[in-house]
């Protein structure tokens, strides 16, 4: 049972839940939206951890979304060093963010697979 996650994965995890508290409560960037962070992927050597993220409602505005990339790469070192602060680890990796597409993706495909079913259904043919 100890073996079941690894200690990177556990890291991630805890990366995952102090940067979520950070972004919201300490940085004051007027281009960031609501951050949701849905995956934190740490390197084994602890040298980068890659962080993937979705922003609540602005999934088809490529304008907006560019600006919540840069206000998190410009505040990457800010939040790399509260990391160090709160998580208590040797070497703090660097953070890479990732705009995480999966969840429109799915919701696309989704919509996609419902108005196929619904044509189908508007459609029947006979097959006795």
């Known amino acids: 049972m100890a073996g079941e996650f690894s200690r990177t994965s556990r890291i991630g995890d805890q990366l995952q839940k102090e940067l979520a508290s950070l ?28 962080v993937y993220y979705t922003v609540l409602g602005l999934d088809d505005d490529q304008q907006r979304l560019a600006d919540n990339q840069a206000a998190l790469d410009s505040a ?18 660097h953070l890479r963010f990732h705009y995480d597409a999966t969840v ?15 044509k189908d259904n508007s459609n029947p043919t006979d097959q006795e």
């Open 23 to 50: 972004i919201q409560f300490e940085v004051k960037d007027p281009r960031l939206g609501m951050v949701t962070i849905n995956e934190v992927r740490v390197a084994k050597d602890l040298g980068y951890a890659d």
């Open 104 to 118: 429109v993706n799915g919701a696309r495909m989704s919509a996609l697979i419902d108005e196929a079913i619904r």
């Open 76 to 93: 990457k070192n800010f939040l790399r060093h509260r990391l160090a602060k709160e998580v208590k680890l040797r070497i703090m990796p």
